[in-house]
């Protein structure tokens, strides 16, 4: 299993990014996928999950209505567009897989992780 995100970078408040995440190894049709980031200082937060089974993501409060996360099967890949982008924003952001917990979360409570893209909101 394969998890390579990109699409990080610094971006001023207000400004958009889009995040891939490329996967293999695993039929990535049929596997619930997830954005995970880390602030400085921070514990793991969840942003967003998709399911494969719908086109209905799920986000965390925080990022509605400025994020959109989405997949693309034929491509083995998903993505997270994050528009109107805030200083609070500013983590390492992962893609995982397998995540049995969300409250509270940390490394194990995801079976894969990517090794993670920084995003920085700054001006």
């Known amino acids: 299993v394969q998890l390579v995100e990109s699409g990080g970078g610094l971006v001023q408040p207000g400004g958009s990014l889009r995040l891939s995440c490329a996967t293999s190894g695993f039929t990535f049709s049929s596997a619930r996928m997830y954005w995970v980031r880390q602030a400085p200082a921070k514990g793991l937060e969840w942003v967003s999950i998709?399911?494969?089974?719908?086109?209905?993501?799920y986000y965390i409060n925080s990022v509605k209505g400025r994020f959109t996360g989405s997949r693309d099967n034929a491509k083995n890949t998903m993505y997270l567009q994050m528009d109107s982008l805030k200083p609070e924003d500013t983590a390492l952001y992962f893609c995982?897989?397998?995540?049995?917990?969300?409250?509270?979360?940390?490394?194990?409570?995801?079976?894969?992780w990517g090794q993670g893209t920084q995003v920085t909101v700054s001006s």
């Open positions: 995982a897989r397998d995540c049995t917990s969300l409250v509270e979360m940390t490394r194990a409570s995801c079976n894969y």
């Open positions: 998709l399911s494969p089974l719908t086109d209905k993501p």
